[in-house]
């Protein structure tokens, strides 16, 4: 168990409906991150938050946006949603700023969404 | 535009022999490189790191070797056995900038008993 947790595991919802991802770090991460998992690609880097600021963006969608709560639990919002969108999104969490090789991200379980 | 890749999709290896993933990258500024195993139905999780300035990194049966000339790395797994069957991501980090872990598209191993 990384102590990451992401709910809900499993989202089916409409094409042009909006939802909410929700994470929850590990015990003291001021750090969350959110990935992107299509099929048979790698994870794709979408937004960093540490501490409540956004830190760092990715390849993130217009449609899609993020925020982190003064109690660090963090979500991505996914509006206007596309077939394409479907994939397994990752939350990650570490204590710093930056990751380094003392401070790797540890990984949630994931929330698989599908569009159809 | 993929900065890392891991060019076999999957590899199969029997129980007690070595395994070998490889991952080529393409910018020369990363510093550090990891790799990842995951199950299915569950989250990456870390398993070994290398910095650029090392070319070698064991931690137990799991041994990281990194070539700087040929940008290359490859995760060494001896003896090989059945919990080990999983999905290696290769990562790599860049110190400036964008600040993020740029993934392979991972490889799936199996061991056969």
């Known amino acids: 168990d990384s102590g990451v947790t992401q709910t809900p595991k499993h989202l089916i919802t409409a094409t042009g409906q909006r939802v909410t991802l929700r994470c929850s770090p590990r015990?003291?991460?001021?750090?969350v991150y959110w990935y992107q998992q299509s099929l048979d690609q790698g994870l794709q880097f979408l937004i960093q938050y540490y501490n409540g600021e956004e830190r760092a963006k990715g390849n993130i969608l217009e449609r899609f946006s993020a925020q982190q709560f003064p109690d660090l639990h963090s979500e991505l919002n996914l509006s206007s949603l596309e077939l394409g969108d479907s994939a397994l999104y990752f939350c990650?969490?570490?204590?710093?700023?930056?990751?380094?090789?003392?401070?790797?991200?540890?990984f949630g379980n994931g929330t698989r969404l599908t569009v159809t | 535009d993929q900065q890392v890749k891991q060019n076999s999709p999957s590899l199969s290896v029997q129980e007690g022999r070595i395994s070998i993933l490889n991952c080529d990258y393409t910018n020369s500024m990363f510093d550090y490189f990891l790799w990842y195993k995951k199950y299915p139905a569950e989250g990456p999780t870390f398993l070994i790191s290398?910095?650029?300035?090392?070319d070698k990194n064991e931690d137990g049966r799991f041994t990281v070797f990194l070539n700087k000339s040929a940008k290359h790395l490859s995760l060494h797994i001896v003896p090989s056995q059945p919990g080990d069957s999983a999905v290696y991501f290769c990562a790599a980090n860049r110190p400036f900038g964008n600040e993020k872990l740029t993934f392979g598209t991972g490889t799936r191993l199996t061991i056969i008993p």
């Open positions: 290398i910095s650029s300035i090392k």
């Open positions: 990650a969490s570490s204590p710093q700023r930056q990751v380094s090789p003392n401070s790797p991200l540890h």
């Open positions: 015990s003291g991460d001021l750090s």
